[in-house]
């Protein structure tokens, strides 16, 4: 495969000399920065982030920051979640869209206080429409992207590094609820969060320079628990149901088609900018809607473009849009866009991949 071009760009991150030590060999481009896709490889990478404890350099989770008296205002017409009862000191997941009601992104809004929020994104320019709304209704707010770099420590030993490192009170952070916690005179924002259904913790480290010193003292502390430079793990985010955005979810689809309606409050998220949109949608239903698929047999090729799925005579009835072979599950695991007259368990499909067609089924649960 071709090798990915460094330039000012695509940029480095504050962990990038770490992540290079410790032997990257792939990367791909998130919110045009570099973000690992693999150590030793996938799967020796995916058993040991289930036994053990990685830190991942999630530097390109960019935070979108708003402040000032009109924050939670645009915050709110952002999404159609209502944050209403959200308090400083919470993590929310929430669906943002546009006015036809379809997915921009979907990040982790963190408040910090009720004039100033985070908003931790997925991969898209979603700053560039959060300034276009806040200009476009005058808005007193002030809106850029901080010198704040993500940096996630996952697995099953996660508590136990964080505690080495930051001390007893770490145990006291409940999930999707952060602390401030001091680090060689720095104060970090440590949430319990993460992009794996493993357990663990996202560091958001402020200030550049905070970023190798804390690498470095991360694996310090965790020798004895063979700490390992890791990242979000292909087999192990399939199995949980981890949505990718730009991979398995679009500008054209809406929330409810990918399985997060629960998280759209329409009837009392006012102001939310495509709520009349969403609105349609709850009262009708989607007519597709995201599903756990099960690739039955040997493992299939890499899935770096849409599979067609049909009906078995040639009737295209969705896609899949993310696969791969799970050792846990002696299968392929998926994910995939199927038509409501096809997304009942055990519905049977075929998908055609780069390799010929195998043999699909729905399941109405994921993996893990």
Not at 13 to 42: C, I, Q, W
């Amino acid at each position: 495969m071709a090798l990915i071009s460094p330039s000012r760009r695509l940029r480095r991150t504050p962990f990038s000399d770490g992540v290079e030590a410790a032997g990257v060999k792939g990367y791909t481009v998130y919110n045009h920065m570099l973000l690992p896709t693999v150590f030793r490889s996938v799967g020796e990478d995916y058993r040991h982030l289930k036994t053990a404890v990685q830190v991942w350099d999630v530097a390109c989770e960019r935070q979108v920051e708003l402040r000032g008296p009109d924050a939670a205002r645009l915050m709110q017409m952002l999404t159609p979640r209502d944050l209403r009862g959200m308090l400083a000191g919470q993590c929310f997941y929430v669906p943002m869209v546009d006015e036809t009601g379809g997915m921009l992104n979907d990040p982790v809004a963190v408040k910090l206080a009720e004039d100033r929020w985070w908003i931790s994104i997925a991969d898209s320019d979603l700053l560039l429409w959060v300034k276009g709304i806040a200009y476009g209704y005058r808005l007193d707010v002030l809106i850029d992207e901080p010198d704040v770099s993500p940096l996630a420590v996952q697995g099953p030993k996660a508590e136990e590094l964080m505690v080495r490192v930051f001390g007893e009170a770490i145990r006291a952070v409940r999930f999707f609820r952060f602390g401030w916690f001091g680090f060689q005179g720095h104060d970090l924002l440590i949430a319990r969060s993460g992009y794996s259904k493993q357990g663990g913790f996202e560091i958001y480290v402020i200030g550049s320079e905070v970023g190798m010193p804390l690498w470095d003292a991360l694996f310090a502390a965790g020798a004895d628990l063979d700490v390992r430079a890791g990242c979000p793990n292909l087999i192990e985010r399939i199995e949980g149901g981890l949505l990718s955005y730009g991979n398995d979810m679009t500008r054209e689809n809406t929330p409810h088609e990918c399985g997060l309606g629960r998280f759209c409050n329409v009837e009392t998220a006012i102001g939310c900018i495509g709520r009349d949109a969403l609105l349609r949608v709850s009262m009708e239903g989607p007519v597709r809607q995201i599903r756990a698929i099960e690739i039955p047999g040997d493992p299939v090729p890499p899935c770096d473009r849409i599979w067609p799925l049909t009906d078995g005579r040639g009737r295209r009835v969705g896609r899949v849009t993310s696969a791969a072979a799970s050792p846990d599950f002696g299968g392929n695991v998926a994910i995939g866009m199927v038509r409501m007259t096809h997304w009942d368990e055990g519905t049977r499909l075929v998908v055609e991949t780069p390799v010929g067609e195998r043999e699909a089924v729905v399941r109405e649960r994921f993996w893990l």
